[in-house]
């Protein structure tokens, strides 16, 4: 039968103060699992600083080694184990393993609503206690009232499929009265129903704003573009290989590219839409800031990549997955100013964790406030996005309509979206 769910995660610490984290995960394989992994990694803010993947299209095994983003936050280890658990397939017997799985119910969605007096950094703080409680947000609607009130709307989903309870609402609530002492007004959380569904879409981007955001290629002679992430020096920097000579049945990718957080998770992302299975893999520590990947790779069939028009498609695909993952752009709504951030969605419909909490940092940190903020998504390019729209408040310390200030705030937008 193989090792039960509670055996399959091991997480160990760093023998010295300092030293990494050890995740190790042995469990049945099944495509796309390297990148649950690497999301899951992701949303608990956490690094990875090197890693090994093998299998044998039965059975994998990964080592990760892994450390905080940031010295100050706090990782809950034991509730990280127990969300890697999760996604890990049964241990059943291997004549059960090409039988489709029943799918997961889907954890339900929770209206938290709350009114407060406005204050700079106040929608980062928020963000942060649910970040700290594992409570996922799936759309959020801020409003700013003229007498300087908010009205807060936050989607959101319990990672411990426990905001049934009174007691996790309570505790939810109580956390908010802490962070927003006096000025919080009321807060309310109930289960959302289906009224909320007409949420889920975003307002219309002008024509221009969505060329920019989502544009696929970037040539030479093309100036550089606001939205995305490298300049053309960066763009020739980035190797993106396949080689099909030194293994009979797989095919190799060689990647080296500049490092940015959630690097393995935008590779694994990519194969995962793509229905690619890794089948052994090596990802090197960080060397001069700039990361090397060798992957033994199969189409989900088991056969290998040797079609040259498919090898290039993958190619180019991963090249603009590693060099512009997330799309940062300022652009004018009306008289306002508003603050664009795009990413890619899976083709499961799962976003990228902790956009709006990064965001929301580098905004506090530049003393921004944040007049209305919206979730959604939008189709473009033959695939769905999710957009990130702030409205910004024009009575702070910037100029806002100055071009040298917009690119100060898309350039720290970017850099804590990026781990820079």
């Not at 569904?197 to 040539?219: D, H, I, K, M, Y």
């Amino acid at each position: 039968m193989g090792v039960t769910n509670d055996d399959a995660v091991l997480i160990e610490k760093g023998k010295k103060a300092g030293e990494p984290y050890v995740i190790t995960v042995n469990c049945p394989d099944k495509t796309g699992l390297g990148c649950d992994i690497c999301h899951t990694i992701l949303e608990f803010g956490l690094y990875i600083t090197r890693g090994d993947v093998s299998t044998d299209g039965i059975w994998c095994y990964v080592v990760l080694w892994v450390i905080p983003h940031s010295s100050s936050h706090v990782v809950r280890w034991m509730n990280l184990k127990e969300r890697l658990q999760s996604i890990c397939p049964p241990s059943i017997p291997s004549f059960y393993l090409n039988q489709p799985s029943q799918r997961a119910s889907s954890s339900p969605v929770y209206l938290l609503k709350f009114c407060s007096l406005d204050r700079k950094g106040l929608l980062h703080d928020v963000t942060e206690v649910l970040d700290e409680l594992e409570l996922t947000i799936q759309r959020v609607k801020v409003t700013t009232t003229p007498d300087g009130y908010v009205l807060d709307l936050f989607f959101i989903k319990d990672n411990l499929e426990l905001l049934h309870t009174k007691a996790r609402q309570d505790e939810t609530c109580e956390r908010l009265y802490t962070v927003l002492g006096e000025s919080c007004i009321s807060c309310e959380l109930q289960l959302a129903g289906p009224h909320c569904e007409n949420l889920q879409g975003t307002s219309s981007l002008s024509s221009v704003a969505a060329e920019e955001l989502f544009r696929f290629t970037l040539s030479e002679k093309e100036p550089r573009s606001q939205a995305l992430s490298q300049d053309i020096t960066e763009l020739k920097r980035a190797s993106v290989k396949t080689d099909n000579s030194l293994s009979p049945a797989h095919t190799l990718l060689q990647i080296n590219c500049v490092d940015h957080k959630g690097f393995l998770y935008d590779i694994m992302r990519t194969l995962k839409d793509w229905n690619i299975k890794i089948a052994y893999g090596r990802f090197s520590p960080v060397n001069k800031g700039r990361r090397e990947l060798d992957l033994f790779i199969q189409h989900k069939g088991g056969e290998k990549i040797v079609d040259p028009e498919k090898q290039d498609a993958l190619c180019s695909r991963l090249k603009l997955e590693l060099l512009h993952p997330l799309r940062v752009l300022i652009t004018n709504r009306g008289p306002d100013t508003e603050l664009l951030v795009a990413n890619p969605v899976e083709v499961s419909g799962r976003g990228r964790p902790r956009v709006f909490y990064d965001v929301t940092f580098a905004l506090k940190s530049l003393g921004i406030c944040i007049f209305l903020a919206e979730i959604g998504r939008h189709s473009a390019a033959d695939r769905e996005w999710e957009i990130y729209r702030f409205l910004l408040d024009e009575n702070c310390n910037f100029q806002l309509s100055s071009k040298v200030v917009r690119n100060q705030i898309v350039d720290k937008v970017r850099r804590a979206l990026m781990g820079w």
